[in-house]
């Protein structure tokens, strides 16, 4: 078993359509300890059965917008295992409004919000845990296309993904010293809670299929098995990186 006894920490399972849902099965089905994190009482409602179906160890609620409850659930974490092995970050989220139309048109706070909730977070997670990372433990983050492209209506998602994907490449550098790597996966499109925001994207689902070299989407299950190569050992030389898990379309031109 790849992950045998490491502790896995996942921030962003709402549901068992997401990417973080995926990612938390293939590792308990390579021996990790899991803990969950959510970031408000109805998503705790639905990531109970998750829990207890993956035999999570425990949850707690974290918004990682606030850093008090950051640190009050660093301070659960500490108490229950002491130090972590991996530590997952899915969390995106940006206004529905600013999820349509002309990226122009994105409002100021909306433009914040998404900042913070989808890059910022990281940096504030990688903060909170630093000190309980092990050496050799993975930080991986979720990004996308649309971080290096422009996708229609992505917009300040899309600004929000680029600033992600540099914030992993200058915490490789802070967290490298301490001997932790961190790595991105640009998944490609998924039909998840997050992803049903998005004007039009049944659209991009179908040009996947049309030009991407596999001819198919991906699954939240290929996305668990690239995060589990990062996660484990078979990854010890990789940090600061983006994996691209979308059947090739990225490499794909006019």
């Known amino acids: 078993m790849l992950l045998k006894g490491k502790k896995a920490l996942i921030f962003g399972v709402v549901n068992d359509r ?20 959510y970031a408000a009482d109805p998503i ?54 600013d999820l349509k139309g002309r990226f122009i048109d994105t409002s100021r706070e909306g433009y914040k919000v998404a900042l913070e909730v989808s890059s910022y977070s990281l940096v504030s997670l990688c903060k909170a845990y630093e000190t309980m990372l092990k050496p050799g433990a993975s930080v991986l983050t979720m990004s996308y296309y649309g971080a290096g492209k422009v996708v229609a209506n992505y917009n300040a998602m899309g600004v929000a993904k680029a600033a992600l994907e540099a914030c992993v490449r200058y915490l490789s550098v802070d967290l490298g010293d301490i001997g932790v790597r961190i790595n991105a996966i640009s998944a490609g499109p998924v039909k998840t809670m997050a992803a049903s925001g998005i004007s039009g994207f049944s659209t991009i689902l179908g040009r996947i299929e049309e030009k991407a070299p596999l001819h198919r989407n991906i699954t939240i299950d290929d996305v668990g ?27 794909m031109g006019v």
Request: aromatic fraction near 10%; charge should be negative; glycine fraction near 8%.
């Open 225 to 251: 098995k690239c995060a589990l190569y990062l996660a484990s050992d078979l990854s010890s030389g990789t940090t600061g990186d983006v994996i691209f898990v979308d059947s090739g379309y990225n490499i």
């Open 44 to 97: 705790k409602r639905r990531l109970e059965p998750i829990c207890e179906e993956l035999e999570g160890e425990f949850m707690f609620k974290c918004d990682v917008t606030n850093d008090e409850e950051i640190e009050k659930g660093r301070s659960i974490v500490e108490e229950q295992w002491g130090d972590v092995d991996i530590l997952v970050h899915s969390i995106a989220y940006a206004n529905r409004e």
């Open 18 to 37: 997401s990417i973080a849902y995926g990612i938390a099965k293939q590792f308990k089905e390579q021996g990790a300890r899991l803990a969950f994190s």
